[in-house]
């Protein structure tokens, strides 16, 4: 085997989480196999994303555009806003179809130990939304382990002089576990059954 | 979450083998997470591999020239020629480090009933190999499942007329099995216990 091309391709697939080398050997000789318009497809998506990914300027969610679809979308309502830590956990609930209404993600969680202080998270953009939008309730969709859990604390605590509802996402999620690995039935119920806190 | 580039990337994902819904979005958003440079190692890597791939024109193998780095190795035994089904399989012999001779990759195994014939598979070349160089030893390393003993007996008949020994690769590898996922020990000992056949 030629050291080349084909042990580069190993080696980068190599970069990815939960990808060793023996998977990364079957899939680089699986690539290898595909159609070339298959294989530049992967390829260009992974550009496309890099060269074009953006936060949204009103949610901080991924998007192309200076708002996200979610944001942009006039049938969404208004009145709800769901504040996460990160994009990727939009992208789970909105699988769930039991959300329909606004996002805000935090872009992280609170972990002073980590250096990650309220300022170094969307919390201040959150307020200003609150205080200038017509939102009737903040549900805090954070993870539901200690840094998730002290971040809604904090939220809930700077939101109490406004006039509005504030929700834990329920726990229907196992504690320690983080939403992005949650099954769509059980993420459904934690939404259903969020409580006033 | 945008329906657009990361839905867009997770579906190009998810065309790679063991690489389900959850996996693709894990994978999306972490490239998403890493720097450019390094998502784009990947995909420059797999346009290099579909665009500068080709067969060695003497042993099969992925390469990047008309003749391989095994083949044009002045250092490498030109006395021993392992036949293997697949260039994948050449990758993993190498890495045991317990061969220095050269290959002779067929491209498939011997299989009537899904067409494939010896016409279909790089046996007429082989056969030329053993001709025309000064081949001492063929080493059949097919896979040591139905196709891949078919395979080794037939070309094991086609090698009587000529003054080589041939070896079947040694029974260390589990039957029914794929050398593909054979660890390096195995290997090694199949290699080292192989027999005149």
């Known amino acids: 085997m030629e050291e080349g091309i084909i042990e580069n391709l190993i080696q980068e697939l190599t ?10 050997q079957r899939l680089a000789f699986f690539i ?12 260009r998506a992974i550009n496309e994303v890099k060269e074009k990914a953006r936060f949204c300027s009103e949610c901080f969610n991924i998007t192309e555009t200076e708002i996200c679809g979610i944001c942009s979308n006039s049938s969404r309502d208004r009145s709800k806003l769901c504040v996460v830590e990160e994009p990727s956990n939009i992208l789970v609930i909105e699988r ?4 329909k209404g606004l996002y805000h993600t935090l872009l992280g969680a609170l972990s002073p130990i980590d250096g990650i202080t309220p300022e170094r998270l969307k919390i201040r953009e959150l307020m200003k939304r609150v205080e200038k939008d017509e939102i009737k309730e903040v549900i805090l969709a954070t993870n ?28 229907g999620l196992p504690m320690g576990g983080d939403i992005e690995f949650a099954d769509e039935v059980t993420l459904s119920k934690a939404l259903e059954g969020r409580r006033e806190m």
Chains 1, 2 share one sequence.
């Open 144 to 171: 539901p382990n200690t840094k998730g859990e002290m971040t809604a604390q904090y939220i809930r605590e700077l939101l109490k002089p406004f006039d509005v509802k504030v929700t834990r996402i329920a726990y």
């Open 32 to 43: 290898l196999a595909m159609t070339e318009e298959d294989a530049k497809g992967i390829s």
């Open 96 to 99: 769930t179809g039991s959300f």
């Open 15 to 24: 970069k990815l989480p939960g990808i060793g080398r023996k998977t990364a």
